[in-house]
């Protein structure tokens, strides 16, 4: 019997420590961060993707806008949830670009576009190790104040396509659309080292079919609209090359050359849409498109960075303003696409 009762009490003591086992299971809460704390992926797996690609475009206009849509349509097209994509905007404001681009730098991502010379030159600076893709810029080895001449391969962490288009084409357009004028004005913003290259060819071009010409350069934002006005004050025509300082003005430069009734032909359909007649264009949205195709080629490994040539958009259109051509009277002869 005394064996028995020792047997019960053992079997109820051990239930009932099994029992406060458990009650204390259930009572403790789960360890917790303090706040603020949060663990941070490594770049490019917070959302499942293989690769992270940082863009910075210069500055908010058609054009640059077309060419990162272009971009970022070709990679997720390729690539789909493999890709992470940062897009940030300078708003024109080149130390943004720098901003910007050492963040990229700091979290490691895998490919950098510049959209712009101005975010090419900011990538330039803070990296010689992540690939690194311009678009929209003119003439790279002029960007990045290597040479003066078209470089097709920069043997270096740099390529990207180009908007170069046919110079002296659009010179060509000045005389079938205005051949009886006598002085055509350049007008160009002084900082962009690529808007400084495409005038001084146009301008050998203008002078070769006989046009008297000048340079009307401003600073920036804050003069150009009294520049402009100097400009028309003094040119029959005005040329505007690919510069991104007047694509981001245009409606105040529309202000004074539509008021002063001088025609713009201008470098690339953005600028005419805002205050020109006619453009030599290229497509900005299929050279966004070629450049994410690098990319692509770039993060996959089918491609050294070092090793590709500059791209181009081989296919230019000829494009009008109408409401422009209107406004000033001007009309326009067959073989011009309006601008939608």
Not at 88 to 106: K, L, M, R
Not at 177 to 195: I, W
Not at 208 to 213: D, V
Not at 315 to 331: D, F
Request: hydrophobic share 45%; net charge negative.
């Amino acid at each position: 019997m005394k064996k028995l009762l020792c047997i019960v009490l053992a079997l109820m003591m051990v239930l009932a420590l099994a029992a406060c086992g458990e009650a204390g299971t259930e009572e403790t809460a789960p360890a917790t961060e303090p706040a603020g704390a949060e663990e941070t992926a490594p770049a490019g797996e917070a959302a499942g993707a293989k690769y992270t690609v940082g863009i910075c475009q210069l500055a908010p206009h058609t054009a640059l806008d077309a060419a990162t849509q272009g971009f970022i349509d070709t990679l997720t097209e390729a690539l789909g949830d493999d890709v992470e994509i940062k897009n940030n905007n300078a708003g024109g404001e080149q130390p943004n670009c720098v901003t910007i681009i050492d963040g990229y730098v700091s979290e490691g991502v895998d490919l950098i576009l510049a959209n712009a010379t101005g975010a090419l030159q900011a990538a330039a600076s803070a990296t010689a190790e992540i690939p690194v893709l311009g678009t929209a810029v003119t003439n790279y080895a002029i960007a990045l104040g290597q040479d003066d001449t078209m470089v097709e391969v920069l043997g270096s962490n740099i390529s990207g396509t180009s908007d170069l288009a046919p110079l002296d084409q659009q010179a060509a357009m000045v005389k079938e659309l205005f051949p009886d004028a006598g002085t055509v004005g350049l007008l160009y913003c002084s900082a962009e080292a690529n808007s400084v290259y495409q005038v001084e060819v146009v301008q050998a071009e203008l002078e070769a079919l006989g046009y008297a010409t000048e340079i009307y350069a401003f600073t920036d934002a804050n003069d150009l609209a009294s520049i402009t006005q100097t400009a028309c004050d003094n040119s029959d025509v005005i040329y505007i090359p690919t510069d991104n300082t007047a694509a981001n003005n245009t409606e105040a430069i529309a202000n004074v050359v539509l008021a002063a009734g001088v025609p713009v032909i201008a470098g690339e359909s953005g600028i005419c849409s805002g205050c020109g007649v006619a453009t030599l264009s290229i497509d900005y949205y299929e050279l966004g498109q070629i450049t994410g195709e690098m990319a692509v080629q770039i993060l996959t490994g089918e491609a050294d960075v070092s090793e590709m040539a500059i791209g181009y958009d081989e296919t230019v259109t000829k494009m009008y303003n109408a409401a422009n051509c209107e406004a000033l009277g001007i009309t326009i002869p067959e073989g011009y696409e309006p601008i939608a």
